[in-house]
T-cell receptor, first 109, second 116 residues
Framework: GENVEQHPSTLSVQEGDSAVIKCTYS??????FPWYKQELGKRPQLIID?????GEKKDQRIAVTLNKTAKHFSLHITETQPEDSAVYFC????????FGSGTKLNVKP | GAVVSQHPSWVICKSGTSVKIECRSL??????MFWYRQFPKQSLMLMAT?????????EQGVEKDKFLINHASLTLSTLTVTSAHPEDSSFYIC????????????FGQGTRLTVV
């Protein structure tokens, strides 16, 4: 099956700084790459996604980039806020969703 | 947005008994449902994929006789942990997609299973 690797496992930034989380995948058939945010005790929620026919997508302070050739994609959060603190998961999908190991983001006020 | 409801939220059972967890899509028809297991501070490990009316597809290393999955309708999938052991204690979470391939997966709230 697909193997998704995610780095870093923890990330601590100062409020207002940017945060970048990187993922790689192994299966070239994967064509859908969502990012989920999971707050403590809550279910994962989709924050942004990208399909393989697009290289970059942006939604306000959040952006995702995809390099199909290198099989890696990244999440960029600008102007971080304390409420961005959570665990973020990347996923790669072709019919099934395989998740990365998660990044615990801590935004310090 | 689409809502997925999972029940129960938590359950404690004795070793050797079976436990059933339900995953329901409340306002859409879920063509595919996924079952995950999440260990503390770890990722979502895909256990199986189920499509309505057909047998579930299990990931490598997941015992199909231990984790019985039934997807009897477009709005309900169940996971039954049979002959539970303490090592089965974990957080189980389902997700569902609707319609076309590679669209957003909506998650249930998860079930905390403790086997004593």
């Amino acid at each position: 099956g697909e193997n998704v690797e995610q780095h870093p496992s923890t990330l601590s930034v100062q409020e207002g700084d940017s945060a970048v989380i990187k993922c790689t995948y192994s299966d070239s058939a994967s064509n859908y790459f969502p990012w989920y945010k999971q707050e403590l005790g809550k279910r994962p929620q989709l924050i942004i996604d990208i399909r393989s026919n697009v290289g970059e997508k942006k939604d306000q302070r959040i952006a995702v980039t995809l390099n199909k050739t290198a099989k890696h994609f990244s999440l960029h959060i600008t102007e971080t806020q304390p409420e961005d603190s959570a665990v973020y998961f990347c996923a790669a999908s072709f019919n099934k969703f395989y998740f990365g190991s998660g990044t615990k983001l801590n935004v310090k006020p | 947005g689409a809502v997925v409801s999972q029940h129960p939220s938590w359950v404690i059972c004795k070793s050797g008994t079976s436990v059933k967890i339900e995953c329901r899509s409340l306002d859409f028809q879920a063509t595919t449902m996924f079952w995950y297991r999440q260990f503390p501070k770890q990722s979502l490990m895909l256990m199986a994929t189920s499509n309505e009316g057909s047998k579930a597809t299990y990931e490598q290393g997941v015992e199909k006789d231990k984790f019985l999955i039934n997807h009897a309708s477009l709005t309900l999938s169940t996971l039954t942990v049979t002959s539970a052991h303490p090592e089965d204690s974990s957080f189980y979470i389902c997700s569902a997609t609707q319609g076309t391939l590679n669209t957003e997966a909506f998650f249930g709230q998860g079930t905390r299973l403790t086997v004593v």
